[in-house]
């Protein structure tokens, strides 16, 4: 378990490096309760990785950050990893799909790390990354399923909490179960009275799947608008962090990711599809509002040509 005294720790080796993001009220209407976002696409990276990749990589040994470090990503871990690395002066290689989109890749580079793309899709690249930790020696760094990478996470349940004290539910994207569950854990630790509810995308319901199964089930693919999201199952230690909290799970198309990634621009906020999902389970009405309510948006960083396919 992850309890109070790491997360604490946690969000200590955080400053200075990551952002406090803001709780922005979002203008919704007729709903039971007011309703925030949780601006983690104003980290330095764009995403809330940064606070995973920092935190794994700054309790790292001296031996272990001399070795170099390689991670498997679609994207935004891997910028996490960059800029995490490029302060500590460690080496990081860090493998990506292909169909990673271009301005993560381009990021990743800018920032000093080694890229190397494997397969057009999901999945080769956790091989290719492995087969690099192993020929290499390089210390891995998992893109969810790590606990320190999940107690990295939980800062931003941490400061949620702290930020409004009143919230009585927190919508947070599921992929991996990284975010899920470190902001499971704040929620655990903190004993505060707070839902957790997950949205994830229906073209890859792993959470969905796992809930069913007892446990984490691997799905034989899926797709979504969700880039960052695309992960098959749950990982074997994000899964038992947040089996205890979570309260229920929604399922959003892309379609409906689609119309919040528009209704978000329209009100000023440019979010990438992945970090629109919890915006979307409102806006479909799939998940009913029935008090302070804090939609968590994981990132900002889409395509520009991208960006104005989804909102024009």
């Not at 309790?59 to 498997?72: E, F, N």
């Not at 998992?142 to 999940?150: A, E, K, N």
């Not at 400061?159 to 990284?178: A, N, T």
């Amino acid at each position: 378990m992850i309890d109070l005294a790491n997360l604490l720790d946690a969000q200590a080796g955080l400053a200075g490096v990551g952002e406090r993001t803001p709780l922005i009220p979002l203008p919704f209407e007729g709903l039971a309760g007011e309703v925030r976002l949780k601006a983690e696409h104003l980290q330095p990276i764009g995403a809330f990785k940064v606070r995973g990749a920092w935190t794994a990589l700054r309790r790292l040994s001296d031996a272990a950050r001399a070795r170099g470090v390689v991670t498997s990503s679609s994207g935004n871990h891997g910028l996490g990893i960059a800029y995490s690395a490029k302060r500590l002066g460690v080496r990081a290689v860090v493998v990506m799909p292909e169909s990673a989109p271009a301005v993560k890749i381009d990021g990743v580079r800018r920032l000093g790390a080694e890229v190397v793309l494997a397969g057009k899709t999901r999945g080769p690249e956790q091989t290719a990354a492995a087969q690099r930790f192993a020929d290499e020696g390089l210390t891995m760094i998992p893109p969810f399923d790590h606990p320190d990478v999940i107690a990295g996470q939980g800062t931003c349940g941490l400061e949620i909490l702290d930020q409004w004290p009143d919230v009585r539910c927190i919508l947070v994207p599921v992929g991996g179960g990284g975010l899920l569950a470190g902001i499971c854990s704040a929620v655990r630790a903190a004993c505060a009275d707070v839902r957790v509810i997950a949205a994830e995308p229906a073209g890859i319901p792993k959470l969905s799947a796992a809930i069913a199964a007892g446990g984490p089930a691997t799905l034989p693919g899926g797709s979504s608008l969700a880039d960052g999201l695309l992960a098959k199952t749950l990982g074997t230690i994000t899964w038992p962090l947040i089996r205890p909290t979570i309260s229920g799970v929604v399922s959003v198309t892309d379609d409906e990711i689609r119309t919040a990634v528009r209704w978000l621009g329209a009100n000023g906020l440019r979010v990438e599809p992945s970090g629109s999902v919890t915006t979307a389970a409102i806006l479909s009405g799939r998940h009913v509002v029935s008090g302070p309510t804090v939609v968590v948006c994981t990132g900002g960083n889409v395509d520009e040509h991208r960006y104005q396919e989804l909102t024009g």
